[in-house]
């Protein structure tokens, strides 16, 4: 790569699960760029002429390199470490079978658009922050907010929803339930994956471990870190310190802290723990079990 030719610049908002990964992968590749720190939910920023010129699907994160855009994070991650592979960190294994098993993994853990929330790992945990998605809507009048996105964005799935989040104050209480029961198939299989003592959830530091970094970040967001606490996934909060611990962590994620977030969580949790914290250690304890059991008769 030559820095001198290239130039990047990063459309992104500070708590966007993708724009977390994408910015860990800049780091974690040691690639300079010029930052464009969004607010989408308190302006509807996204929903701007100007922005949908960018992209016009009106999400974030966009990576702009020379002058070409790309969208989709995971494309962008593979691009970067493509782009620059002997720079920083390689985020790929070398043989096409553990790139198919990555891909895989990534897959069944992503936040992903084509299937519902709460199908997967990645669906729910963004799923469980939409209480603080709908406190900082309740900072614009509800009649704006409907108006910008029902006349201005263009994902249907996305109109309906962010309205329904200004009007309710958050998503039917069933569905919460749905994205627990499926975090707690998510940790306890991550605890299992890591149960032989690597150090990364494919030994070698992965875009997969750029993915699980951002989803467990979210996880102390909407107050549910406490499981981590409970002794019941050692190997996982072991691995949740030495994410942490990385250089790219802190000016990846901390640093980009978006202060209406941040007030939303405060105003939702009030220091306390997630109110669905008891039934994910219960969901955790029958998922534990249930691959203790498999494992005995294996």
């Known amino acids: 790569m030559n820095a001198q030719k290239d130039s990047f610049e990063l459309y992104h908002y500070g708590e966007s699960l993708c724009s977390q990964m994408v910015r860990l992968t800049l780091e974690e590749k040691q690639i300079p760029y010029l930052s464009h720190h969004m607010h989408l939910e308190l302006t509807g920023e996204n929903l701007s002429r100007a922005f949908k010129k960018i992209n016009p699907n009106a ?15 995971w494309e962008i991650i593979r691009y970067l470490d493509n782009h620059a592979p002997t720079q920083g960190t390689a985020l790929m294994p070398k043989s096409a079978a553990g790139l198919a098993a990555l891909d895989e993994k990534v897959m069944e853990n992503a936040l992903r658009g084509d299937i519902a929330l709460g199908d997967n790992f990645g669906t729910s945990i963004a799923g469980a922050s939409t209480y603080i998605l709908a406190h900082i809507l309740k900072r614009r009048p509800a009649l704006a907010v409907m108006w910008d996105y029902v006349t201005k964005h263009p994902d ?24 627990i029961h499926r975090l707690a198939l998510g940790l306890a299989d991550c605890e299992q994956r890591l149960a032989d003592g690597r150090d990364y959830m494919f030994g070698d530091y992965t875009m997969l471990d750029i993915m699980m970094t951002a989803h467990l ?9 406490g499981i981590l606490a409970t002794g019941k ?18 000016p990846a994620i901390t640093d980009q802290h978006s202060w209406e977030w941040r007030a939303a969580m405060d105003d939702v949790y009030q220091g306390q723990a997630s109110p669905f914290l008891p039934l994910l250690e219960s969901q955790l304890d029958a998922r534990l079990s249930d691959l203790e059991s498999r494992k005995a008769a294996a």
């Open 156 to 179: 249907p799935i996305r109109k309906f929803a962010f309205c329904v989040l200004r009007l309710r104050g958050g998503l039917p209480k069933p569905l919460y339930k749905k994205f």
């Open 233 to 250: 996934l050692p190997h996982l909060a072991a691995y949740w310190q030495r994410v942490q611990a990385r250089p790219s962590y802190q």
């Open 59 to 73: 999400v974030v994160p966009v990576l702009i390199h020379n002058g070409t855009p790309l969208y989709n994070s």
């Open 217 to 225: 970040h979210r996880l102390e967001d909407v107050h549910l870190d």
